[in-house]
């Protein structure tokens, strides 16, 4: 296992900065990268180890960046190159490591590789996208459905063929069967590290292969039932996505940017591997040394973080994972906010606190999405209101992305809370989240904000939080209790994973005798740990 001060990420908390909303510094109501300059400070004032910036290279912003036009150069909506170099260096100042996403399934159809490919089917650029010929019958080449409605595939006049669309027509997705595409992706990855990057998040990682011979997806069968969570509205839960995702070939290429970016030191991998059981996908793209650092698992992110998903989480990971490494998830851009994501009449608060206090005491690292911190709830939009293209597409029963998307509050009694002098931002900001901002927190000792730092602190501080083995206890539900050990550091970590009131007896807890830390709504009477709805404590041993 790894020692304390190598491989950063390892344990290691990283914040997730979605630009577009996390400050803006020319008042044109959209973030940019020197709005996150200025705000850099609160970010290292939480004790996190890094920042994830969501894409802010150049684009047409159809899906707002991660449809990339240039990767080698930044969108004027969020700046410039030395802008971004100001960022990196700044952070890098206030012992923050900082992660590029990068978008390599696809590109814009704006970008000049496309442009060119589509021109005609013998130019230098012809196979750089997966195209393919209609049916006899002029119908798309298989069944692969795109996530945001409709046909993977769109038919290009031109060249009198389809090309291939995982998301919205204008992200046309690479041919990594073509060596030159891999080599330019590959030049794309030398060139952020040369600028002196600490690693990438790598979007959608598993999707950069498709079946050679575009064999259609199998429908679900009886033992593939359709799944309840996320709800499924879209009809791609239909398919077994066993061709147009998580081919074999996928993860020898990661493997060649894993062995490329390791000629850098102390640089990292972070993969979006999601597919039929999120879990098992991110295990398999982490273990062993040559692969992702570490993955993401999509486990509590679309649950409702109640006792049965919970359970069901941690044991399949710890189950699966080996000695790959896993990077838990409360909320993030593609999701609705956790604590809306709960259910009960509970003050936010509490449901915020449950949440950040789970993803930072389990085995693993921790992704924190903007706003976290706060404590910030779903923001309510109308459809007038909403930007993203996959929230209107399945409009009403999917309106979770832009929602969790909007603004942040930094001061609660300015106009726009701060985070933009204009008249109108990009999405508006909660009327909800004014009393959240950052001013009245930092003001409040007992505030979310200053709890969570207390907490990240904490895990810093201590190898079994950030290193230590794990050992889900057995308690009766709705109790989840679970223990952390490493080199003589024993901890116990409870929650009441419910809306109801819970109890668990002390001596249930085998050697649990100092009570380290307790959300506001939990507290030891006569040897019994009395649990308010998402309450939690921390034990020592």
Same mark, same amino acid.
């Given at each position: 296992?790894?020692?304390?001060?190598?491989?950063?990420?390892?344990?290691?908390?990283? =914040?997730?900065?979605?630009?577009?909303?996390?400050?803006?510094?020319?008042?044109?109501?959209?973030?940019?990268?020197?709005?996150?300059?200025?705000?850099?400070?609160?970010?290292?004032?939480?004790?996190?180890?890094?920042?994830?910036?969501?894409?802010?290279?150049?684009?047409?912003?159809?899906?707002?960046?991660?449809?990339?036009?240039?990767?080698?150069?930044?969108?004027?909506?969020?700046?410039?190159?030395?802008?971004?170099?100001?960022?990196?260096?700044?952070?890098?100042?206030?012992?923050?490591?900082?992660?590029?996403?990068?978008?390599?399934?696809?590109?814009?159809?704006?970008?000049?590789?496309?442009?060119?490919?589509?021109?005609?089917?013998?130019?230098?650029?012809?196979?750089?996208?997966?195209?393919?010929?209609?049916?006899?019958?002029?119908?798309?080449?298989?069944?692969?459905?795109?996530?945001?409605?409709?046909?993977?595939?769109?038919?290009?006049?031109?060249?009198?063929?389809?090309?291939?669309?995982?998301?919205?027509?204008?992200?046309?997705?690479?041919?990594?069967?073509?060596?030159?595409?891999?080599?330019?992706?590959?030049?794309?990855?030398?060139?952020?590290?040369?600028?002196?990057?600490? %690693?990438?998040?790598?979007?959608?990682?598993?999707?950069?292969?498709?079946?050679?011979?575009?064999?259609?997806?199998?429908?679900?069968?009886?033992?593939?039932?359709?799944?309840?969570?996320?709800?499924?509205?879209?009809?791609?839960?239909?398919?077994?996505?066993?061709?147009?995702?998580?081919?074999?070939?996928?993860?020898?290429?990661?493997?060649?940017?894993?062995?490329?970016?390791?000629?850098?030191?102390?640089?990292?991998?972070?993969?979006?591997?999601?597919?039929?059981?999120?879990?098992?996908?991110?295990?398999?793209?982490?273990?062993?040394?040559?692969?992702?650092?570490?993955?993401?698992?999509?486990?509590?992110?679309?649950?409702?973080?109640?006792?049965?998903?919970?359970?069901?989480?941690?044991?399949?990971?710890?189950?699966?994972?080996?000695?790959?490494?896993?990077?838990?998830?409360?909320?993030?851009?593609?999701?609705?906010? %956790?604590?809306?994501?709960?259910?009960?009449?509970?003050?936010?608060?509490?449901?915020?606190?449950?949440?950040?206090?789970?993803?930072?005491?389990?085995?693993?690292?921790?992704?924190?999405?903007? %706003?976290?911190?706060?404590?910030?709830?779903?923001?309510?939009?109308?459809?007038?209101?909403?930007?993203?293209?996959?929230?209107?597409?399945?409009?009403?029963?999917?309106?979770?992305?832009?929602?969790?998307?909007?603004?942040?509050?930094?001061?609660?009694?300015?106009?726009?809370?701060?985070?933009?002098?204009?008249?109108?931002?990009?999405?508006?900001?909660?009327?909800?989240?004014?009393?959240?901002?950052?001013?009245?927190?930092?003001?409040?000792?007992?505030?979310?904000?200053?709890?969570?730092?207390?907490?990240?602190?904490?895990?810093?501080?201590?190898?079994?939080?950030?290193?230590?083995?794990?050992?889900?206890?057995?308690?009766?539900?709705?109790?989840?209790?679970?223990?952390?050990? =490493?080199?003589?550091?024993?901890?116990?970590?409870?929650?009441?994973?419910?809306?109801?009131?819970?109890?668990?007896?002390?001596?249930?807890?085998?050697?649990?005798?100092?009570?380290?830390?307790?959300?506001?709504?939990?507290?030891?009477?006569?040897?019994?740990?009395?649990?308010?709805?998402?309450? =939690?404590?921390?034990?020592?041993?």
């Amino acid at each position: 296992m790894a020692e304390i001060g190598k491989e950063w990420w390892r344990g290691g908390v990283i =914040y997730q900065i979605y630009p577009r909303s996390f400050m803006d510094s020319n008042g044109d109501g959209v973030g940019d990268l020197p709005g996150i300059l200025q705000k850099l400070d609160h970010v290292a004032s939480l004790g996190v180890d890094a920042i994830w910036i969501s894409p802010f290279c150049k684009s047409p912003m159809k899906d707002f960046g991660y449809d990339v036009s240039d990767y080698r150069d930044v969108d004027p909506v969020f700046g410039t190159l030395e802008d971004f170099k100001a960022v990196l260096n700044r952070a890098h100042e206030l012992g923050l490591k900082v992660l590029t996403d990068q978008v390599w399934c696809h590109t814009s159809d704006q970008h000049v590789w496309f442009n060119e490919s589509r021109q005609s089917r013998d130019n230098i650029k012809a196979d750089w996208y997966v195209w393919a010929d209609p049916k006899p019958d002029g119908t798309p080449p298989n069944n692969w459905l795109s996530w945001f409605g409709g046909p993977a595939w769109t038919w290009d006049a031109r060249r009198r063929q389809y090309y291939l669309h995982h998301f919205l027509s204008s992200q046309p997705v690479l041919n990594y069967w073509h060596e030159d595409v891999c080599n330019a992706i590959k030049k794309v990855a030398e060139f952020w590290m040369e600028l002196g990057v600490d %690693g990438f998040r790598l979007d959608v990682s598993n999707y950069y292969y498709c079946d050679r011979d575009l064999r259609d997806n199998p429908a679900r069968g009886p033992n593939d039932p359709i799944p309840e969570d996320p709800p499924a509205s879209n009809p791609n839960y239909h398919q077994l996505r066993i061709h147009s995702v998580n081919q074999p070939e996928n993860l020898e290429f990661v493997k060649e940017i894993r062995a490329l970016i390791d000629r850098w030191p102390d640089r990292c991998l972070l993969g979006e591997a999601a597919g039929e059981g999120s879990a098992d996908v991110a295990a398999q793209y982490t273990q062993g040394n040559d692969r992702m650092n570490m993955a993401y698992t999509f486990g509590l992110l679309g649950s409702d973080m109640t006792i049965d998903p919970v359970i069901a989480s941690v044991h399949n990971v710890e189950r699966i994972v080996g000695d790959g490494w896993i990077c838990w998830a409360t909320s993030n851009h593609d999701f609705k906010r %956790g604590p809306s994501r709960m259910p009960g009449e509970v003050p936010h608060e509490d449901k915020a606190l449950y949440s950040t206090a789970l993803g930072l005491t389990l085995r693993g690292s921790y992704c924190m999405y903007q %706003g976290e911190e706060l404590g910030l709830t779903q923001a309510e939009l109308s459809f007038e209101d909403l930007q993203d293209p996959y929230d209107k597409a399945l409009y009403p029963d999917h309106v979770g992305r832009d929602g969790g998307r909007t603004p942040l509050p930094w001061m609660s009694s300015v106009p726009q809370a701060g985070f933009s002098m204009a008249a109108k931002t990009w999405l508006p900001l909660s009327p909800l989240h004014f009393p959240l901002a950052v001013d009245q927190q930092e003001a409040n000792a007992d505030s979310v904000m200053n709890k969570v730092r207390a907490l990240i602190k904490w895990r810093k501080e201590t190898p079994a939080m950030r290193l230590g083995a794990i050992e889900v206890l057995e308690t009766a539900k709705p109790v989840f209790a679970f223990r952390r050990t =490493y080199e003589g550091q024993t901890f116990t970590c409870v929650f009441n994973a419910s809306t109801e009131d819970a109890s668990i007896k002390l001596a249930e807890l085998s050697g649990a005798v100092s009570l380290l830390d307790v959300s506001r709504h939990a507290a030891l009477r006569n040897e019994t740990l009395m649990l308010a709805p998402y309450a =939690y404590a921390i034990f020592s041993h």
